[in-house]
């Protein structure tokens, strides 16, 4: 494949969906759009494999819905086709007249953790600039904020794993908490042959996934705790660590702050209080405390390391819970050691480069604060505009879809790559507050349920109709590569936000050239953490890895090499150490009760992607997946009179779901499983709760209170 070919040729490109960002290789008839042949393609990290979503990727390419023309909203509820002059008109002019009756914050922007770097960065100087509202926020709210949250106060930078996925084969044992990337990311399995040869695969999940099965046959552990209880088995594990002197003392006093008040809080969970909290025997917790510190390089091992998922980082502790993970890893001496670690699997496909550029309601490009006058200064000025001009932070996501239509709320808004009615929790009440507001405007590919709704959808290109870059779980930046033209009229929002930024009188620059937007984003990254001021195309099209902070070379030095492990020497921190944080386990704030007696936990299936809104277009995919479903123990269907292929009505505190019943014993009794690919009667966000965790918001997906009874149909 060569990088770079014009359409028509072999293009060397990676997959629309996953952080995995598997290489494939994209083969179109020359002359012809379509079809798009897919493969896979040698990479570090998917070496050649590809998931079932990866192979049919090509298949969203012909939608039979695509949309390929501006549309807007007509009286009778319907739409119609428009031009992109009469589109972009009614969108500026309905924007200037809201902004004028209600003011700058009255418009609002959504943006998404699957646009590119360049998209994410634009969508951020849009809203600052052209818009001038200070509300802008992104569904990696919904996906990484805690992980994050968690990982700056402690180690000083979020940069996903911080480290390549390759380290992980040469590891004795693998802590993974709620994450199944068995199912998720299949072709990451290949990095955990190492660990389960070696017996020290470790997985904390509710359920026996596939990932979990991976421990099976002396592969490893699996640990399944009542839901909400895994920040318990945390504690727990370090409350052993410490108190079996199994702990990395040299490593804690060189490198670490804040061991004390750690060592204080952990001190209630010894082993048998936590086993009456989480259900997971006591000598077991012991057992697999001994095995990562015996991995530890300071006891001898080969290196341990210790990986969170959403199941443990979408709770109203989710902030506190991966800092207990962050904590156990300091304890054993194993992040900033190369071998070693901690690391966030990320969801999204650009979920790590989505949340460095701007497109977050704090955030200025570079992953730096709104709030820092230096900040500030330096993007204005890359920017041609006074520092003043760039309004303060903004709201976090839920709070910002909460407030749409309300009194003194935005009464418009963008959405840019999301499709919240299906991903955002308590989604029956995102869908009032959509409804709500004045002016509703979608960019999107297909009409998502999100764009349905929309007083005007714009058609956008998707990622093999368009040139730029994403940064994958590893903090990895690589090259998206056009393979065959778009569509219609389907645009680049790149060319949307600029044309829409000239119709709102902003002076700007708005390159639609993506090449040109990531050098721009690159000079207003220089010098913060998520530096990629010395990252070109020309360096990425050569197959250079690099992995941010990639800051500029000095004039004739040698370019950066990137930084694929940035904990070695220090951690970013004004002292260079990390800072242990005292963490307390409050546990779900959706508890079980009597009238909600089950927990529900959801997640994804191997063939669907976040909302569904790209795999459910997909045939081969509708096939094996076509509808919702809820997993449950068959002694809980027995208590409710259900069988398989029986269909449950599900209600919690927000709302209410059916879906048909699969039998399993690989779940708790107390637990039941939805996947969340899907809107309307089976839409598992209409039950999940809307409240946040205090220090990142992020929202509690992982662990609601349902009720359940038989229902007689769907
Ligand atoms: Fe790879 Fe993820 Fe795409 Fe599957 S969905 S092919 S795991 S990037």
Redesign the pocket.
Known sequence: AAPGSAPGAAVASH?P??A???AQTLTSTPGERLPVAVSGRQFPT?RGG??Q??WT?AEVLRASDRITTPRIRTADGGFRTATWVEALDLVAGRIRQIQAESGDDAVAVFGGGGLTNEKAYALGKFARLALHTRLIDYNGRFCMSSAAAASNRTLGMDRGLAFPLSDLGGADAILILGSNMGVT????VQHLAGVRERGGLIVVDPRATVTAKLAANGAGVHLAPVPGSDMVVLLALLHIVLAEGLADLDYLEVRVNGLDAVRRSVAQWWPERAEAETGIPADTLREVARLLAAASPSRGGRGAYILTGRGVEQMSQGTACVSAAINLALALGLVGREGSGYGPVTGQGNGQGGREHGQKSDQLPGYRMITDPATRAHVAAVWGVDPARIPGPGVPAVQLLSSLGTPGGPRALMVHGSNVVVSAPNATRVEERLKALDLLVVCDLVPSETALLADVILPVTQWAEEDGTMTNLEGRIIRRRAAVDAPGEARSELWILGELARRLGCDAVFSDEPEVMFDEMARASAGGKADYSGVTYARLDAGEELFWPVPAAPAGDAPHPGTPRPFLDRFPTPDGRATMHAVAHHGPADDVRPGMTTYLVTGRVLQH?QSGAQTRRVKELVQAQPEPFVEMHPLLAERYGLSEGAVAFLASERGEAMARVRLTTDIRVDTVFMPFHWAGAGSANRLTNDVTDPTSAMPEFKVTAVEIRAAHQL
């Open positions: 997959c969906y996953c995995l960002q598997c998917n590809l998931c979503k990866g990727s990311m299949p072709p990451f992607y």
